[in-house]
């Protein structure tokens, strides 16, 4: 039998009891009152229903010379668009199971900021740890100290969960706020780090904790007007002490500037979000925490949801061709599509490839093995008869039985696409 603690790995019971709580005046939140947040998501539906919030499109923009992002964003990799970048997926081809930090995707909320290790210190506090109730009374963590800690090496995408919004415009003909990403906004990596279970017992973890919150150190963001204070989002301390990793490399190097330098939140399988970069503090509680990132964003609003929303935690099942979008493939000679499936719910379990609109599906082959949260491998051969336009999906179903399904959801803020995606080329 389920107990408490299994359910709040469970997004669905997570939500709901905490969403109980909450309503009920049990959780502590700053700065914003429930009418507050009720007026604002009401708000925020109606905006984006009628085309007020702003519009998915394709177009992206180059990097400005100030980039708030550090690493080179060359166009054969990625496609900017303003403090975030995408990675081109024909970039992919010819790699290995993990993607290279030269390409792995970026999002900042602001700009990456420039942090020291020397001076930076990790501090650990609240009333779910042993005599450190304040952040003054915080206990205190170096970079030498976490480095000196026994340490782990897990594979794990990074995705946010946005990845895959514009195609509620080009394919579902709906308006979402929000970056329009296409399906580059994810990537699988290597991360080195120290449980986030072995620091929290060594800050005095008592068991009336209930919740921590990971803070970036990063800029105040704000948004619309409001200053939503620095990038920060509360999880259940179970999900806490199962397997999230506080990471200080990625791919075997230090941890680049753009994905949290020097020590960065690592949570398997949940929302790009969730896995706070530039890590600063954590505030372990003994009440349910909330901040605007799992009250206001990062839930999904709309005609099919509560008006106050449902959190999102882990990701859906998605897939990809390793091609450019509209990319051209010599007719009549047998080629290998090759292309990559994961899920936040598990392994994939098999990959299905329509190179004719939809009508007939084929069995793609796996490429190696599924490691932990990584993606599925795959191809399958083609040979276009005809020169034309043809229109390629692909669509997964992981080992718990999710399938891509042919339409998503509307939801306001367009989380979540899980819909098979039509991937158009030219055979010439
Ligand atoms: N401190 C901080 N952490 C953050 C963010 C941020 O802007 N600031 N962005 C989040 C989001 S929305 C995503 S999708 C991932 C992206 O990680 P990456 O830039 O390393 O790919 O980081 C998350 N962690
Ligand atoms: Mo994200």
């Given at each position: ?19 109980r ?22 708000g ?11 519009p ?57 900021p ?70 580059g ?22 068991a ?10 990063d ?50 399988s949940?929302?790009?979000i ?15 925490l ?9 839930r ?5 949801y ?12 998605k ?12 007719v ?18 098999q ?18 093995r ?38 998503t ?12 995606v ?7």
């Amino acid at each position: 039998m389920a107990t408490d603690g299994d359910r709040l790995l469970d997004e669905g019971s997570y939500d709901q009891l905490r969403a109980r709580q909450w309503w009920a005046g049990a959780a502590r939140g700053d700065g914003m009152s429930r009418r507050a947040l009720l007026q604002l998501s009401a708000g925020l539906g109606v905006a984006a229903l009628a085309g007020l919030g702003r519009p998915a499109s394709a177009t992206a923009v180059s990097a400005p010379a100030d980039s708030p992002i550090v690493k080179p964003l060359p166009p054969d990799l990625f496609y900017v668009y303003g403090t975030n970048a995408e990675m081109r997926w024909e970039a992919m081809r010819d790699q290995g199971e993990l993607v290279p930090i030269d390409r792995f995707f970026v999002r900042d909320h602001t700009r990456t900021p420039s942090i020291e290790a020397d001076t930076w210190r990790l501090r650990v506090f609240g009333a779910g740890l042993r005599g450190a109730p304040t952040v003054e009374q915080a206990v205190e963590f170096s970079y030498r100290d976490l480095r000196r800690m026994p340490a782990e090496t897990i594979t794990a995408f990074v995705e946010c969960a946005g990845n895959g919004r514009s195609f509620f415009t080009t394919q579902q003909n709906q308006t979402v706020s929000g970056t329009a990403w296409k399906l580059g906004a994810v990537g699988v990596a290597r991360w080195r780090g120290v449980r986030l279970a072995t620091v929290l017992a060594r800050a005095g973890l008592t068991a009336d904790a209930v919740d921590v919150m990971p803070q970036g150190l990063d800029p105040d963001w704000v948004n619309a007007g409001v200053n939503n204070g620095p990038v920060r989002r509360p999880l259940p301390i179970q999900k806490a002490l199962h397997d999230v990793l506080l990471a200080y490399e990625m791919n075997g190097e230090p941890l680049p500037p753009d994905h949290g330098f020097p020590v960065r939140v690592i949570v398997p399988s949940w929302i790009g979000i969730s896995s706070i970069k530039w890590l600063g503090q954590i505030e372990v509680a003994d009440a349910p925490l909330v901040s605007p990132w799992n009250t206001q964003f990062y839930r999904l609003f709309g005609p099919g949801y509560p008006t106050e929303g449902t959190v999102i935690t882990r990701q859906v099942t998605k897939s990809a061709f390793e091609l450019p979008w509209d990319a051209t493939v010599p007719v009549g000679e047998r080629q290998l599509l090759r292309g990559r499936s994961w899920s936040g719910n598990g392994a994939i379990g098999q990959v299905e490839v329509s190179t004719d609109g939809g009508t007939v599906w084929r069995r793609a082959l796996p490429i190696g093995r599924h490691r932990q949260h990584g993606w599925q491998r795959w191809e399958i051969p083609w040979r276009p008869a005809t020169a034309g336009a043809y229109t390629l999906r692909a669509r997964a179903t992981d080992v718990t039985g999710r399938a891509q399904p042919t339409q998503t959801p509307f939801n306001t803020l367009g989380y979540l696409f899980d819909a098979v995606v039509a991937h158009p080329v030219t055979a010439t």
